[in-house]
């Protein structure tokens, strides 16, 4: 079956450091991908999505590119600010309804 | 913005009672809803998924007779727990779907359920 597989935290920053998060994925076919946040609180906002291999999903600095040959949708920010800090979670969709989840990757950062 | 409310956000119960947690969709129509539970440090488990009007589908290993889901209207989604243990305990999450949304994976802001 479908599964995600996501670095485990937490991953601790300071402000302004470059952040990238690991995520893999095995799936049949041609899954969709994203990145959903949870900010402290706060119920899953999607953060960004691809749905075909190169694709680039970015939003609010964010950004992750479908690497269809490696199986791979890795998340970065170049920058890094306190207010990011969210448990963040990796998803696929491979068709059918409901999402497959990652474990979830808790990130502080300090200022 | 497609909102999704959840209630309630935590609840603690006695072992043996049953719990209900809704979830609604606030301004648009959730044909189809998702139950989900996290485990600490582990993912979101897709249980069940609703669609309104007909019976929910239920993954494997889910017991449908414990873990009832309500999907009446095109609003409200309801999962009841029934006769909770101290191994229900967890964290449920839903997620509606509207047909006018292509990616209309609006997440509710879970419910942390402690069962003593």
């Known amino acids: 079956g479908d599964s995600v597989t996501q670095m485990e935290g937490p991953v601790t920053l300071s402000e302004e450091a470059f952040l990238t998060i690991n995520c893999t994925y095995t799936?049949?076919?041609?899954?969709?991908l994203f990145w959903y946040v949870q900010y402290p609180g706060e119920g899953l906002q999607l953060l960004l999505k691809?749905?075909?291999?190169?694709d680039k999903g970015s939003n609010k600095g964010f950004e992750a590119t479908y690497r269809k040959e490696t199986t791979s949708f890795h998340l970065e920010k170049g920058s890094v600010q306190v207010s990011d800090s969210a448990v963040y979670f990796c998803?696929?969709?491979?068709?059918?309804?409901?999402?497959?989840f990652g474990k979830g990757t808790h990130l502080i950062i300090q200022p | 913005g497609a909102v999704v409310s959840q209630h309630p956000s935590w609840v603690i119960c006695k072992s043996g009672t049953s719990v209900k947690i809704e979830c609604r969709s606030l301004d648009f129509q959730a044909t189809t809803m998702f139950w989900y539970r996290q485990f600490p440090k582990q993912s979101l488990m897709l249980m069940a998924t609703s669609n309104e009007g007909s019976k929910a589908t239920y993954e494997q290993g889910v017991e449908k007779d414990k873990f009832l889901i309500n999907h009446a209207s095109l609003t409200l989604s309801t999962l009841t727990v029934t006769s909770a243990h101290p191994e229900d305990s967890s964290f449920y999450i839903c997620?509606?779907?509207?047909?006018?949304?292509?990616?209309?994976?609006?997440f509710g802001s879970g419910t942390r359920l402690t069962v003593v």
């Open positions: 799936a049949t076919g041609y899954p969709s």
């Open positions: 998803a696929l969709w491979g068709g059918a309804d409901g999402l497959t």
């Open positions: 997620s509606a779907k509207s047909n006018d949304r292509s990616w209309g994976y609006t």
């Open positions: 691809a749905t075909k291999a190169d």
